[in-house]
């Protein structure tokens, strides 16, 4: 009966580890409301775009997916990231690339050793896959129009190598994110896994596909998620610590949307939150006075660090009159920018013409020195300066604005609105994006200031996927938007409103949201497209040529101001962040970079770690090493070893939980064998001797269990008496002969 139960146990086990054996990775539950993990361990990270309609949406294919909760900055990693305050483009999961052909085509060499979070192998055929099922499947994946629009065909040269062929020469490819995995600004193309989206055959199947819980490359994996809060926990198995010996410090990282800015600002205070990602000066210095731990990117006013999507009103050019480019340069004379940077921004930003940051290495092509200071002096370069006098972008003057609406037959009703001719009147819709306070305050400023010159101006405030849906769609009148593309040369800024994006109003557009066709516009792009960025001077002349035409149709819209993010981090709990003291990365939580701002990055050309953040406070404990350990990084962001079977260090706590769960060390010492006694003449011989005794022992004591068995069977004639002194007597002779047989040993 025992035999039979322990058999059916041993089968029960059996089946049960069989059957979690061929659950895959990706359909591992994920807590609805996981334990709140330890502060000191954890880095709390504000929502950049509020609160997340749907929380198990995580399919990166889909248009318009949420990405800021952590999806992009945790769970997917790019094949390279570009450093916006140094300027340096760094490889990760790739290692290098290298164009060929006249740059029609760019081979790239991925990283060795890459893996996915279920354990499967990041290798050319995951990469080959994500671009053919975009050139089979668009415009409906999530950046395959632009994907479509540059890309050939991609071939596997083997595991670790991939060739992109091009349709035309571009020199920009390896940095245009929206068709090549890199990271530039906020976020790009992202690489999804073969092995899982292989069995969807149909654009429709991958689209309905949640990716729920996801499968990345990065050092986290989602353990808990709702529309306001995403919970992370490392990856002790993520591949980074293999291929650069390095690891995040926090073990946890929680992405939250407590709401406004004053709720973000008290959460903050109270030292509940590590990093906001955008709030106003006022708010700031306030929260400052609370929480002296608090510091942002500059030391003093304006506080904040210069974002390089400028910000502007997103006219459609599917709409009488707004489709009348001087109807379009009227409405920016009535727009007073030097106002809107006072009040809803409290003077921490500046008014701007053009869809070019105020950042970095593009600024040459403005001014002769590259500096903002050049630029704000108005120390234009000859040719820019002279069609800003000629189309005056940056001029507020209601005064023209209302003599070209008389010269195009325009008047202004009883009501103090402008109509046409026809009598349609100069109306807009504004859209807005709720979840950020600063295009709200935009708005607050801006509906006022177009209605009192005759424009009705009513504002909708949207959430952002509704928002979304609507410009990508067409179906706006005006929409508040924002501008990123490069900070390197303005070729990938003025590309976005090329003709080939143009889609009929209700199907969505990549790009070129307004809807504006122009050949003229479009020969110049397609030109300055295959000319190298190295070639400055060819690729001015294209600029000033493209820049005219922007200048006087406005296909944009109106341009309003530079874009600022205050963004406060709070040093109480973790230490590192970038200032503008030490600007080894730019401080955005919100972009797809902010992996690196966590972990660091290895610098280009000498393989030097550079940055990320640790803990204020770190213990350290000793540890034994029971195996050769490699050279690792400590939370503490030290370096360690590498190290010895039997070397002995004391390192960060959690690196030593680490290392002692992989089996390369212990907390224990080793075991000391005992000291071996000196040696004795004649021991071994007196050992043999011992040993024939104990055997000798060993018989004679079978002899007197005999003996007494016998004994006891003559019980009944002898007394108890007489039978103790028989087996005493028994006894003494056995003693007697051990020590005769000893004594003759020894002689």
């Not at 929206?178 to 991958?206: D, N, Q, S």
């Not at 935009?442 to 509906?447: D, S």
């Amino acid at each position: 009966m025992r035999s039979l139960r322990a058999l059916l146990l041993v089968l029960i086990l059996l089946v049960t580890t069989v059957t979690i054996a061929v659950v895959p990775a990706y359909m591992t539950e994920v807590k609805a409301s996981p334990e709140v993990p330890p502060r000191e361990q954890t880095l709390i990270v504000d929502i950049d775009g509020g609160r997340v309609a749907d929380p198990t949406l995580w399919n990166p294919l889909v248009i318009g997916l949420r990405r800021d909760q952590g999806l992009h900055q945790l769970i997917f990693e790019q094949l390279a990231y570009i450093n916006l305050e140094t300027g340096e483009y760094i490889p990760w999961l790739m290692e290098r690339f290298e164009y060929r052909e006249g740059y029609r085509v760019l081979r790239v060499y991925l990283r060795k050793g890459v893996t996915w979070s279920d354990g499967k192998p990041f290798t050319a055929d995951d990469v080959v896959f994500t671009y053919e099922i975009m050139l089979k499947f668009a415009p409906k994946l999530a950046y395959s129009e632009t994907v479509a629009t540059y890309v050939k065909e991609v071939r596997k040269i083997d595991d670790y190598t991939l060739e992109i062929v091009l349709k035309e020469p571009c020199p920009r490819f390896h940095m245009m994110q929206e068709a090549f995995p890199v990271c530039r600004l906020w976020g790009g193309m992202i690489i999804v896994p073969k092995h899982i989206f292989e069995k969807f055959k149909t654009a429709e199947e991958m689209l309905k596909f949640k990716f729920y819980p996801p499968v990345g490359t990065g050092p986290y994996k989602l353990v808990s998620a709702s529309e306001t809060r995403f919970i992370y926990e490392r990856r002790d198995d993520w591949w980074g610590w293999k291929v650069f010996g390095v690891r995040p410090a926090p073990k946890y990282i929680i992405y939250v949307w407590y709401g406004p800015e004053e709720l973000r600002a008290m959460r903050m205070a109270a030292h509940e939150l590590d990093s906001i990602c955008d709030i106003a000066p006022g708010t700031f210095l306030k929260l400052r006075e609370r929480n002296p731990y608090v510091k942002a990117w500059r030391t003093g006013p304006p506080w904040a660090w210069i974002d390089p999507c400028p910000r502007y009103l997103k006219l459609t050019w599917k709409k009488y009159p707004w489709n009348i480019p001087e109807v379009r340069r009227a409405l920016s004379y009535l727009i007073d920018r030097e106002e809107i940077v006072r009040v809803a921004y409290e003077n921490s930003t500046y008014p701007t013409w053009i869809c070019l940051p105020y950042y970095g290495p593009i600024l040459k092509y403005l001014c002769e020195e590259p500096t903002i200071e050049a630029l704000l002096e108005g120390r234009y370069r000859p040719e820019v300066k002279k069609l800003l006098e000629k189309y005056e972008p940056h001029v507020y003057n209601p005064e023209k604005a209302y003599k070209i609406f008389e010269e195009l037959g325009f008047k202004r009703g009883p009501d103090g609105f402008w109509y046409t001719p026809n009598g349609t009147k100069l109306e807009l819709t504004l859209i807005v994006p709720a979840p950020w306070i600063e295009k709200r305050r935009i708005a607050a400023v801006l509906v006022p200031m177009l209605r009192k010159h005759g424009i009705d101006v009513v504002a909708k405030i949207v959430e952002e996927a509704v928002r979304v849906e609507i410009m990508m769609t067409g179906t706006f009148d005006a929409v508040l938007d924002w501008r990123c593309e490069t900070v390197v040369d303005p070729y990938c800024n003025m590309e976005f409103w090329h003709s080939r994006y143009y889609r009929p109003i209700g199907e969505f557009a990549a790009k070129n949201h307004e809807r504006y066709k122009n050949p003229e516009y479009d020969k110049i792009i397609d030109e300055w497209s295959m000319t190298s960025p190295e070639d400055f001077e060819k690729c001015y002349r294209l600029f000033i040529k493209a820049l005219e035409i922007w200048l006087r149709d406005r296909p944009h819209g109106v341009m309003i101001t530079q874009a600022r993010k205050i963004v406060p981090f709070d040093t109480y709990y973790w230490i590192g962040w970038p200032d503008e003291t030490n600007p080894w990365i730019h401080p955005c939580n919100w972009w797809q970079s902010f992996l690196l701002l966590i972990v660091g990055y290895p610098k280009p050309g000498t393989g030097e770690w550079v940055g990320g953040i640790r803990p204020r406070h770190v213990d350290y404990t000793t540890v034994y090493f029971v195996k050769d350990t490699p050279k690792f990084r400590g939370i503490d962001l030290r370096w360690y070893g590498p190290f010895k079977e039997g070397d002995t260090a004391r390192i960060p706590t959690d690196d030593a939980e680490f290392l002692v769960k992989l089996g390369y060390a212990s907390y224990k010492p080793p075991a000391v064998a005992p000291p071996t006694p000196p040696a004795v003449p004649g021991l071994e011989a007196l050992a043999s001797d011992v040993a024939t005794i104990k055997e000798s022992v060993a018989g004679l004591a079978e002899d007197v269990k005999a003996v007494k068995e016998s004994v006891a069977a003559l019980s009944g004639q002898l007394g108890a008496l007489t039978a103790a002194v028989v087996i005493e007597a028994i006894v003494i002779i056995i003693l007697a002969v051990v020590l005769f047989v000893v004594a003759r040993r020894r002689s």
